[in-house]
C-alpha cells in the first residue's frame, strides 16, 4: 500500500522552530522527487519547497527562501522540512507529494492539478501563534 505521512506539526510561537517529517511507504523513494505544499483556511494550496530525486536540486518559494529548507534521507524514505523563524502566515495544513514524472522541482512547486502528482500525504497541521 502506497502511503505519504507527514508528522512534526504543532503550535510554535513566531519566531519559533519545527521540522516536518514525510514518510514513504510502498514504493520506492529514490525515483521521486518530492514536494511540501501548504494550504491555509480560505487560500489557494502553494508550494512552498520541492527536491529532486538525486538531492541535487531544490527549489523554495519567496515566502519560505532563507527560512526553510528541504532535505531528504532515501536510506529511511524520508524527506524533511525544516522550518526556522516560524511567522504567523506560515500557519496552515502542510502536505508532502511525490512526482515521478521527471519534470523540474520548480514546476513540480508550482503544479496547478493536484493529480499531476503521483501520491499525496494526508497532512500535517501547523499553528504559529503567541
Known amino acids: 500500500q502506497v502511503q505519504l505521512v507527514e508528522s512534526g506539526g504543532g503550535l510554535v510561537q513566531p519566531g519559533g522552530s519545527l521540522r516536518l517529517s514525510c514518510a514513504a511507504s510502498?514504493?520506492?523513494?529514490?525515483?521521486?522527487?518530492i514536494g511540501w505544499f501548504r494550504q491555509a483556511p480560505g487560500k489557494e494550496r502553494e508550494g512552498v519547497s520541492c527536491?529532486?530525486?538525486?538531492?541535487?536540486?531544490?527549489y523554495y518559494a519567496d515566502s519560505v527562501k532563507g527560512r526553510f529548507t528541504i532535505s531528504r534521507d532515501n536510506a529511511k524514505s524520508t524527506v524533511y522540512l525544516q522550518m526556522n523563524s516560524l511567522k504567523p502566515e506560515d500557519t496552515a495544513v502542510y502536505y508532502c507529494a511525490a512526482d515521478g514524472s521527471g519534470r523540474a522541482v520548480q514546476a513540480m512547486c508550482v503544479i496547478q492539478k493536484a493529480h499531476e502528482l503521483n501520491y499525496w500525504g494526508q497532512g500535517t497541521q501547523v499553528t504559529v501563534s503567541s
Open positions: 527536491i529532486s530525486s538525486s538531492d541535487s536540486s531544490t
Open positions: 510502498g514504493f520506492t523513494l529514490d525515483y521521486y522527487a
